[in-house]
């Protein structure tokens, strides 16, 4: 079955710098990857999410790019904010199956 | 935002307790989910169901047993609740069609002393 590697774990940045968390795939036949913010007390919410038939994808200060050849795809977050720390978690799913999580990136953004 | 609720938030049960967990969701979808998170952000599949009096055991091994009787109800059962039951415990639902974009809900944290 499909597996998603998440790198990494946590990440630490200052407020206005960039933060980026990779995932990886195993299954090739994988077709759609979204991606989760969770914040403290919450579920997870769909941020942003990217078909296999598209390379990247950008909404204000977040992107997600793909490259299907290597198997992997990137959150991009451009400006960081306080409000961005929380919990992020990236997925990939093959068809009607259900998501494949990666095991989450806990990002803290320093004021 | 989803309209998807869990009930109740948060509770605090003895060891041999049989409790329920409620989710229901009024977008009209299909599928459902339950997920359990333990404290080190992971989410694990525990069961899920396609319609009604559809369900299928997840990826990881559970003693909890799930119900679809109603669309927008997908209760999750333990009959007798132990301390390794101790974690968060997550509903989330999805449309029939196209991608699989799944709307969770606010989570139940449960407590077994």
């Known amino acids: 079955g499909e597996n998603v590697e998440q790198h990494p774990s946590t990440l630490s940045v200052q407020e206005g710098d960039s933060a980026v968390i990779k995932c990886t795939y195993s299954?090739?036949?994988?077709?759609?990857f979204p991606w989760y913010k969770q914040e403290l007390g919450k579920g997870p919410q769909l941020i942003i999410d990217?078909?296999?038939?598209?390379g990247e994808k950008k909404d204000q200060r977040i992107a997600v790019t793909l490259n299907k050849t290597a198997k992997h795809f990137s959150l991009h977050i451009t400006e960081t904010q306080p409000e961005d720390s929380a919990v992020y978690f990236c997925?990939?799913?093959?068809?009607?199956?259900?998501?494949?999580f990666g095991k989450g990136t806990r990002l803290s953004v320093i004021a | 935002e989803a309209d998807i609720y869990q009930t109740p938030r948060y509770l605090v049960i003895g060891t041999g307790k049989k409790i329920t967990l409620e989710c229901s969701q009024t977008?009209?979808?299909?599928?459902m989910y339950w997920y359990q998170q333990d404290p080190g952000m992971e989410l694990h599949l525990i069961h899920y169901?396609?319609?009604?009096?559809?369900?299928e055991k997840g990826d990881l091994s559970s003693e909890s047993t799930v119900s679809r009787i109603r669309t927008e109800h997908f209760p999750l059962t333990l009959e007798s609740a132990r301390p390794s039951h101790t974690s968060q415990y997550l509903c989330?639902?999805?449309?029939?069609?196209?991608?699989?974009?799944?709307?969770f809900g606010p989570g139940t944290r449960l407590l077994v002393l």
């Open positions: 989330a639902s999805s449309e029939d069609r196209g991608p699989m974009s799944q709307y």
């Open positions: 299954d090739s036949a994988s077709n759609y």
């Open positions: 990217i078909r296999s038939n598209v």
């Open positions: 997925a990939a799913s093959i068809g009607n199956t259900p998501l494949v």
């Open positions: 977008m009209g979808h299909d599928k």
């Open positions: 169901s396609y319609g009604v009096n559809s369900t």
